[in-house]
């Protein structure tokens, strides 16, 4: 179980279904550069892995549709070019023969507001927000949390969501550079601008959800930009009230896992209620012919994650 180099799918048995995943591609027409951490960043050659990402997705005759788990275009990209740049990742991600299923990041929103963004991803929602729910087969459902509902970024200025962002990290972080965890300590650090949170009306929604799902016998497969595990994620990674949500996904039996971006690394863990957390390497972070993404076969009992080159197979073997 964890993490694994070589992964086979159990033999006799066919996947309920399979779906693509891609994360953090963060696309940029400028030189490569590093992230605040001095990791190397590829911001041009991100989109060809997002190009090889599609033509092995479209090779799968199996696979039923895709999750970008949010960050397209880099929040580096120049002023002026970030409505070309999105449209044009986007205009790849469309070469799918599948459907795609988009969550928005905070590099998402670093360049376009919520009312221009969702539009053009095609996202679900309503009054701008994006979070939504589908069932790919009567056993499963896709449950995709927009974790900047409550953030100082994609709403405008004077929006009821920012202000209330900008007073809770007024609160939360004394530094003057609100994207900084300097000073702060543990899991406090992930009070960081580059960060949010679920709302009330859309953690209700999500309580709902899961019970309807609980009623349907459906096991629940919960996905957002942020993580919600810091063994899975860096603490700096992770959604301001992940606690929150997380309280709410243990009353429940039904959600199995948890999957997300953002964290860049990638990472893995089961939580102390058999829940299991993986955070997915960045198609960003990849060198020149190298890749990060993968496709997930979903069975009765499991996940399995087929990873491509950076991106680390993964099995998730359910408790009950």
């Not at 400028?30 to 960043?41: E, K, Q, Y």
């Not at 205009?91 to 009312?115: A, M, T, W």
């Not at 190298?290 to 087929?306: E, K, P, Q, S, W």
């Amino acid at each position: 179980m964890g993490l694994t180099n070589g992964l086979a799918s159990p033999p006799g048995k066919k996947p309920l279904f399979s779906f693509g995943i891609i994360s953090d591609v963060q696309y940029a027409d400028i030189p490569d550069g590093h992230s605040f951490h001095g990791v190397p960043r590829y911001y041009r050659h991100s989109i060809h892995v997002l190009q090889r990402a599609i033509q092995e997705w479209n090779s799968h005759q199996d696979l039923n549709f895709v999750i970008n788990f949010g960050d397209i275009v880099d929040g580096k990209c120049p002023p002026g070019q970030s409505l070309d740049a999105v449209k044009k990742v986007n205009y790849e991600f469309q070469k799918s023969n599948r459907p795609v299923y988009h969550l928005i990041g905070n590099h998402c929103l670093y360049n376009l507001p919520r009312d221009k963004l969702l539009p053009l991803l095609k996202i679900p929602g309503v009054n701008g927000l994006a979070y939504y729910d589908f069932s790919p087969s009567p056993e499963y459902r896709i449950v995709v949390l927009d974790g900047y509902d409550i953030s100082a970024i994609g709403w405008p200025q004077g929006h009821p969501k920012t202000l209330k962002a900008l007073e809770f990290l007024e609160k939360k972080n004394p530094n003057s550079d609100k994207n900084s965890p300097e000073g702060l300590q543990g899991l406090d650090r992930r009070f960081v601008m580059f960060n949010g949170a679920v709302g009330r009306e859309q953690l209700e929604w999500l309580d709902g959800t899961l019970q309807d799902a609980t009623k349907l016998k459906q096991k629940v497969i919960v996905c957002c930009h942020l993580p919600f595990d810091d063994v899975a994620s860096d603490q700096e990674a992770l959604l301001w009230n992940y606690d929150e949500v997380m309280n709410i996904i243990h009353q429940y039996n039904c959600v199995k896992a948890c999957l997300s971006g953002h964290d860049h690394r990638g990472g893995y863990s089961i939580d102390s209620h058999g829940v299991h957390h993986r955070s997915f390497e960045a198609a960003l972070e990849c060198p020149p012919d190298t890749d990060a993404y993968g496709h997930i076969d979903v069975y009765d009992d499991r996940l399995l994650l087929f990873g491509a080159d950076r991106m680390q197979n993964t099995e998730m073997y359910f408790n009950s």
